[in-house]
């Protein structure tokens, strides 16, 4: 398990189309000093608004996951934050001149080809990990997810898919570097044909195309062949990945998920975020979420990314 923080190597920068929005967008991943964590600034604003990636700063999560402070506002970073939780990159400043993320190819594997060629440098600072010691769970009607202890990170995910096309999928990951990067990352974002009007009606998939999309008809995809027989649920697991990541740390338990989504996700990143207050208010009372970290190793200049 890894010691160090780590940080960028040089600046990375790409551009794409936000999903909901429909607009371009220029972003770039600049090197950040140790314990700064992950901070978008807007710099196509008069005075560049910074918001930190963490929990207080939801917004909102209705088809995507929405970070906000003073009334600026991030939309659809999870496949961003994913990336950055899947090649253990911990702090970064992401520079955006709009509100959306792009959405690349609806995956979370351009962003990790992006970190990969900017390098990830290690920092004399040690790398922080959060340790589940006791089952916490959230439900909501026939949805649930639930992370209980364990000495690494696990997913387990369930999707019920209403189509007969895909019926139910479930995976189960030990959550790794290599993991994420060759079974995890290249899995994209996914519509329904029938749901795209009212979408659109809401301001919403403005942006979304057969080139970011999976898109899904009665008779079953039409655009195109799946990257793996299940990668819509394998999608699901990106997404709770970039959003546990909003807690800043990597985190060790098991996540059982069945029929979730953003809405339940953060609902959990709240909830065990609420533990860790609790802690730090009163650190005898709680004991759910421990701090915890490896003594340093012997440092080296830099570290690589495997490529996709």
């Known amino acids: 398990m ?3 923080q780590r940080t960028l190597q040089t600046i990375a920068i790409c551009e794409g189309i936000g999903i909901h929005t429909g607009q371009s967008v220029k972003m770039s991943l600049r090197p950040a000093p140790a314990n ?9 604003l008069p005075d560049a608004a910074t918001i930190e990636a963490k929990p207080a700063h939801i917004v909102d999560v209705h088809h995507a996951t929405t970070i906000g402070k003073d009334g600026v506002k991030v939309r659809t970073i999870e496949h961003l934050m994913a990336a950055f939780a899947g090649t253990g990159l911990d702090n970064v400043l992401v520079e955006l001149d709009g509100e959306e993320v792009p959405a690349m190819d609806g995956s979370a594997a351009p962003f990790v080809e992006l970190i990969r060629k900017a390098g990830l440098k290690r920092q004399m600072v040690a790398k922080t990990y959060l340790k589940v010691k006791e089952r916490l769970v959230v439900e909501s009607d026939r ?15 369930t999707m019920p898919f209403d189509h007969p096309f895909l019926g139910e999928q479930s995976v189960a990951f030990d ?11 290249s899995c994209r974002t996914y519509g329904f044909l029938k749901d795209i009007e009212e979408l659109r009606r809401r301001n919403l998939g403005l942006g979304g195309s057969f080139e970011n999309a999976i898109v899904i008809g009665e ?12 990668e819509l649920v394998r999608h699901k697991v990106l997404d709770l990945l970039g959003d546990l990541y909003l807690l800043g740390r990597p985190i060790l338990g098991t996540v059982i998920a069945h029929g979730a989504g953003h809405y ?17 208010l009163a650190p005898a009372s709680s004991g759910v979420i421990e701090r ?4 340093l190793l012997q440092p080296e200049r830099s570290l690589e990314v495997a490529p996709l």
């Open 219 to 230: 008779g079953g995809v039409v655009n195109g062949d799946l990257r793996f027989r299940d």
């Open 36 to 44: 700064s964590g992950v901070v978008f600034k807007r710099i196509d």
């Open 264 to 280: 339940l996700h953060t609902r959990l990143v709240r909830e065990i975020q609420r533990h860790l207050d609790l802690e730090y």
């Open 292 to 295: 915890w970290a490896r003594p």
């Open 175 to 185: 959550i790794t570097r290599e993991t994420f990067t060759n079974e995890i990352a």
């Open 2 to 4: 890894v010691s160090h």
């Open 143 to 157: 949805s649930s997810i639930q992370i209980v202890p364990s000495e690494r990170l696990q997913v387990i995910y």
